[in-house]
């Protein structure tokens, strides 16, 4: 699967983005998909991630109550809606997804870089306060 981000860009503190993440190749709906994000000078974080079919989601404790993960397997896109945006919130953000049959079948919406395959290009994020 490949798998392309966008919607990223400059904004203001307060404002909302959303990014989008979609995928080619093979059907969206056999990945769990999740977000990550990396600041200059700092490693890539976890953001938020979601199952195959949506019904599990998790988030950075950081960004929970702001940022809400979704997904459309019929239009093979991935979706992150970020409220409320924060100077810190300034990173690359890159979508990853895994078909471990594993995670797949325990419907789990892994929260570490490791447990995920394939990972796309990122969109930058840039909030000035």
């Known amino acids: 699967v490949q798998l392309q981000a966008s919607g990223g860009g400059l904004v203001q503190a307060g404002d909302s983005v959303r990014l989008s993440c979609e995928a080619s190749?093979?059907?969206?709906?056999?990945?769990?998909m999740g977000w990550f994000r990396q600041a200059p000078g700092k490693e890539r974080d976890f953001v938020a991630s979601?199952?195959?079919?949506?019904?599990?989601?998790n988030y950075a404790e950081s960004v929970k109550g702001r940022f809400t993960i979704s997904r459309d397997n019929a239009k093979n896109t991935m979706f992150l809606q970020m409220d409320g945006l924060k100077a810190e919130d300034t990173a690359v953000y890159s979508c990853a997804a895994t078909n471990r049959a594993s995670v797949l079948r325990a419907r789990l919406a892994p929260t570490s870089t490791g447990s995920y395959e394939f990972w796309g290009q990122g969109t930058q994020v840039t909030v000035s306060s």
């Open positions: 979601i199952s195959w079919n949506g019904i599990t989601t």
């Open positions: 190749g093979r059907a969206l709906s056999s990945y769990a």
